[in-house]
């Protein structure tokens, strides 16, 4: 499998450490919510075919990427910087 | 059977006498054989033994495909097993051993297997083996008895243990478009590719390009095909965007367009030249794949068929074509299809003698009918082989009338004389890799073969991969995948008018069966194998491949597939596109492991030593590894055990002042406005309280609520933090953190450096640490009030800068004293000699594992990935005014359960000593199996209490405090009388640190 890297470019999965679905939503740090917590800690759904999940190019910028992959083929379809998605969410729930 | 040299023809270099070894006896062949080539010249048939049955078996194919003549190839002590004859280039010296014989491949004892015939069926281990659930054989017991035995009766070749002294290299490649094969198609499609100005790289699993144009009695612009083939290819491997790998089989294709291949680049030379690897592994990014790999022809089953001179048509029409060698005398072609009379042709120019040509077709065209004439062989229309009788060679066939249409075989049998049998039962393009690649093979009726799937990544097949079976379509079908702006000029063909559509006829059954008809030639599974799955209820493929082992043999049912599926098909009363295929897996040809390992064996670990490693190797360290890290265990005395060293240094530290190298504790630089912020959520308790110039012992959760990690953190500045880890979390903890800025919390301006190796750590510890720092720090007091505990000063040590923060792991007066990594000798030899007066002792792992024990301490040991805080009796961390990672986790009621393990601390009652990882039981004898309610997590001598202590983890271990039970340790045969009580064992009022 090869990533594309938005810094360094097409590089060997070798190069990367997957850290897990990025289609979770952390709740609010001081929410009291516990079955939202334990959905956000335990709960992942099998998802067949277009999934994002982050990856941290570990053997290269140490920026941790949001890859959306299909689980059945390993077709990568988008990467892009974690950050900058985080951004973008973000700002989309203060608006 | 009995092959022989035909006195002209073939691409073998006759002036050029090769000598090699089979099975101990000498034999000549010449440069350009293969092992089976050489070997039919000189008139062998038997090749090997089969895998259940010990039958007989010889060479059946030219190719890959294989799937009996597999030998073991000696190079000294070295053997590697299961190499395919038909593959393996023949060189002076060569020693090659037939395999599953016992004691000879002429006189095999096993043969009697096949008395026993009817017992080895499919799913005979199973039903045999696998015993009752009661008495002395119950479950496995019975197969694990038989299984020695089995083991050398059935099987492949024997690997070896002598170690490999080959060298193997291993090669990433990128290209713009990878062709694998180069036939006539690969050939075109490379061209057309590379006259774009593409990178182009062709791997070609033989020696020689060109593939079937290399045994093809077409001819290609007026000219030999194989000629034409030779200069094409010559052509484009000088190309500067060309690269032409021969002897290079892609094995494997995966994700991303990314395909592995091995070149054999020296197993062919009888002398390497210095530094040669004997193979390469090749790792190929390629932009597109062009699979121009081929078909493979597929045998017919029918009784008697696994018997040596019974080959397919195919092979026997290349080792005269190619090798110059004719199969048999007297040669017979059995055929459902047009292409056995293409081989004639090319068998009767070659000058082999065909007796007969029998056909399952009531009808055959006028090109076929003029074939036979020519070659002047009978042409028995209707008619199938039946049977075959040999004992070491084949000696003739018998064959009936057969009808197509209904499958009944009928009439009087009639014998013909002949010693060897080519059959052709229609060929199957080489989908392996397009199958691995992903997508489900589509059937056609017209071929009756499996073609590729659709293309699920940037691949096309071409040739008669993808179904097309003459030269004329394959070469502009090539053209165009090769690509679509090409334009090329494309040769002329000359070529008779066949047909490659087959009679769809898979399997001869005659009413009455005397003889076995094989479908699997490498695992032994017949005909009958299939029927009896089908009758106890395997009924779908991926059932019958693994009830049978159909196609699961290193030839991975190349030549077995298809008509296994057929005769599947045909017991369900449903069409083989209903049947269905299973998917290839890599590797399509066996690969040596050696070549997947390249360069990597041994020591493969980097080793990480901390800047005073060699003054503690020129010191009598005994070093250990702590994961890359090594680290001192001890500084051994002439005579001292272990356990006296590091009593006599932990005692040391405790009495007066000893030194520890720490340089190996993550650190990591935190920087930026929300430096604070970031810490305050990452670790549980508070640290934007923290004044500048002051540390704090932070402990971090996992977002389960579990501990993660712990260590002390700097505020070396307002926004400036220096984080300590353990040394085994060190990357983990930066991942950690790494992960919620980018991902959690990017709006925090937070920037983070690994420093782990930047700076070099000395712990001087003991009470008289301080006058140690006194007598050799300048620029800085040290006194209580300018350094108080967690306080950081920084100052010069021989004029190094240094920065010192005062706290203690040991549980005395101690100090980390962190300068720049390349001053670390200078500064730990300074504060060792500043420490001189004091009989200063550097101490090993040992010793500050003693110590932290006697104090209650954890580490990783305890942070073991399943406690908690409060586990931990760290719950006094937890704070409760913010929230953290793993804050809203930490109370639920699985982690508050009083029965949870908790930190204790263990005596040894009986002097004893505590093994770790003992269990804690109230057996006062060992047995087994006990109940355990807790386990020991570190142990060792204290000198401080004089007595052998451990910490463990226990069931309601506070209230268990005061109570007696045994540390029981059945691997070592230990069990300790202990006394559970607090793990603060020693001191614990902390009055020593703070002093």
């Not at chain 2, 296994?564 to 449903?574: E, F, P």
């Not at chain 2, 550097?842 to 301490?857: D, Q, S, V």
Request: contains cysteine; proline residues 5%.
């Amino acid at each position: 499998m090869i990533i594309k890297c938005p810094y360094c470019g097409p590089r060997d999965v070798i190069e990367f450490i997957y850290q897990g679905d990025a289609t979770r939503k952390r709740p609010e740090p001081a929410s009291t919510d516990q079955a939202a917590w334990n959905a956000y800690v335990y709960d992942r759904t099998n998802t067949g075919g277009s999934h994002r999940e982050f990856w941290l190019h570990g053997g290269g910028c140490r920026q941790h990427l949001v890859v959306t992959r299909d689980m059945s083929s390993h077709a990568i379809s988008s990467v892009a910087l974690a950050r900058d998605v985080a951004a973008s969410i973000n700002d989309g729930g203060r608006a | 059977m009995t092959g022989s040299r035909l006195s002209r023809g073939g691409r073998i270099d006759r002036s050029k006498s090769v000598r090699f070894s089979f099975d101990g006896k000498a034999y000549g062949g010449h440069q350009g054989d293969t092992l089976a080539s050489a070997l039919l010249a000189n008139g062998i048939t038997l090749f090997g033994r089969s895998f259940k049955y010990h039958r007989p078996r010889g060479v059946f194919a030219a190719g890959s495909d294989e799937p009996n003549a597999l030998v073991t190839v000696m190079s000294g002590d070295v053997r590697e097993p299961n190499m395919r004859a038909t593959e393996l280039e023949i060189y002076d010296g060569l020693v090659a051993l037939s395999q599953n014989r016992f004691p000879s491949l002429e006189h095999d004892f096993m043969a009697a297997n096949q008395l026993a015939g009817p017992l080895f069926s499919a799913g005979f281990y199973y039903k045999t083996f696998m015993g009752p659930a009661i008495g002395p054989f119950k479950n496995t017991a019975f197969w694990m008895f038989c299984e020695k035995f089995i083991r050398r009766a059935a099987g492949l070749g024997k690997a070896g243990t002598a170690p490999d002294p080959d060298r193997y290299e291993r090669m990433n490649a990128f290209c713009d478009v990878l062709v694998v094969g180069s036939g006539p198609a690969g050939l075109i499609a490379a061209e057309a590719a590379a006259t774009t100005g593409a990178r182009v790289i062709i791997a070609e699993e033989r020696p020689i390009a060109g593939g079937s144009l290399l045994a093809s009695g077409e001819l290609i612009d007026g000219r030999n095909p194989a000629v034409w083939a030779r200069e094409k290819a010559a052509g484009l491997a000088d190309l500067p965007n060309v690269r032409f790998l021969t002897r290079t089989s892609v094995w494997g294709y995966y994700d991303g367009n990314v395909l592995t291949a091995v070149e054999r680049v020296s197993d062919f030379k009888p002398n390497r030249t210095k530094g040669q690897p004997r193979q390469r592994h090749w790792i190929i990014r390629a932009g597109k794949t062009i699979l121009a790999t081929g078909a493979f022809e597929r045998p017919i089953v029918f009784p008697g068929n696994d018997c040596p001179g019974v080959m397919l048509a195919d092979a026997v029409r290349r080792y005269a074509t190619e090798y110059g060698v004719a199969a048999g005398n007297n040669v017979t072609l059995f055929t459902n299809n047009d292409s056995a009379y293409d081989a004639a042709r090319a068998l009767s120019l070659a000058g082999v003698n065909i007796a007969a040509i029998v056909d399952v077709r009531a009808d055959v065209s006028g090109a076929c009918r003029d074939i036979a004439s020519v070659a002047g062989a009978e042409l028995l229309l209707g008619h199938a082989v039946t049977g075959t009788h040999a004992g070491k060679a084949l000696s003739s066939i018998t064959v009936q009338h057969f009808n197509a249409g209904t499958g009944r075989v009928s009439g009087a049998p009639r014998e013909i004389r002949t010693d060897c049998l080519g059959v052709s039962g229609g060929w199957s393009p080489a989908i392996h890799l397009a199958s691995q690649a992903g997508g489900k093979p589509e059937w056609d009726e017209d071929l009756q073969a499996f073609l590729p799937p659709e293309p699920n990544q940037n691949w096309v097949t071409t040739g008669s991969a993808a179904g097309y079976m003459d030269t004329i379509s394959v070469l502009s079908d090539a053209a165009t995948k090769g690509s679509a702006k090409s334009r090329l000029v494309l040769p002329q063909v000359e070529a008779p008018m066949l047909d490659a559509s087959p009679a769809p006829v898979f399997e001869i059954e005659p009413s009455v069966k005397s003889q076995k008809a094989f479908v699997d030639f490498q695992h032994d599974v017949t005909a009958d194998d299939i029927r009896l799955a089908y009758r106890e209820g395997f009924h779908s493929v991926e059932h019958l491949k693994r009830y049978t082992t159909l196609g699961m043999a290193t030839d991975q049912g190349k030549t077995s597939n298809v008509p296994g599926l057929a005769i599947m098909a045909d017991v369900r009363g449903i069409s083989i596109p209903e049947a269905g295929t299973t998917r290839f897996r890599p590797p399509f040809t066996p690969v040596s492991l050696g070549v997947l390992a390249g360069e990597r064996y041994g020591d493969l670990r980097p080793h990480r030593l901390t800047p005073m490693h060699d003054w503690h190797l020129a010191n009598g360290a005994k070093t250990y590894e702590a994961g890359l890290w090594h680290r001192p265990m001890i500084y051994g005395s002439h005579g001292e055990t272990v356990e006296q060293a590091y009593i006599r240094e932990a005692r040391a530290v405790r009495q007066s002042v000893g030194i520890v190298d720490v340089s190996t504790l993550g650190k990591i630089d935190i920087q930026g406005p929300d430096a604070a912020e970031l810490l305050d959520r990452v670790y549980t308790n508070m640290f934007s309280t923290l004044p500048v110039g002051k540390a704090r012992y932070g402990l971090m959760l996992r977002e389960d609520g579990i501990a993660f990690d712990d260590g002390t953190t700097w505020r070396l500045g307002e926004t400036q933090f220096l984080m300590t880890t353990t040394t085994a979390n060190a990357g983990t903890v930066m991942q950690h953190l790494e992960y919620y800025l980018d991902c959690i919390w990017p709006d925090l301006r937070v920037h983070l450096t690994s420093v782990t190796d930047v700076w070099a750590g000395s712990a001087v510890s003991g009470p008289n640490a301080r006058a140690v720092l006194e007598a050799c720090v300048t620029g800085t007091k040290v006194d209580n009030m300018t350094l108080p505990f967690m306080g950081i000063v920084h100052g010069k040590i021989e004029g190094i800068p240094i920065m010192i923060c005062r706290l203690s792991f040991s549980g005395e007066l101690a100090y980390e004293v962190y300068c720049g990594a390349g001053f670390g000798t200078r500064v730990w030899e300074a504060l060792l000699a500043a420490g001189k007066p004091f009989d200063i002792m550097p101490y090993g792992l040992e010793a500050l594992g003693t110590l932290r024990i006697e104090k209650g301490h954890v580490t990783g040991a305890e942070i073991d990935g399943r406690t908690t805080a409060h586990d931990l009796h760290l719950d006094w961390m937890l704070s409760k005014k913010k929230p953290y990672i793993g804050s809203a986790m930490i109370n639920r009621e699985g982690l508050k359960d009083e029965n949870r393990l908790t930190l204790v601390g263990l005596i040894s009652m009986d002097n004893q000593s505590i093994t770790g990882g003992s269990h804690i039981v109230t057996d006062p004898v060992p047995r087994e199996p006990a109940d355990s309610f807790g386990h020991v997590t570190a142990a060792c001598y204290s000198p401080a209490l004089g007595k052998y202590i451990a910490l463990a983890l226990v069931k309601h271990g506070t209230s268990m405090i005061g109570n007696r039970a045994f540390a029981t340790d059945l691997l070592r045969d230990k069990h300790c009388a202990v006394e559970i009580v607090s793990h603060h064992m020693f001191d614990p009022e902390g009055s020593r640190m703070h002093g």
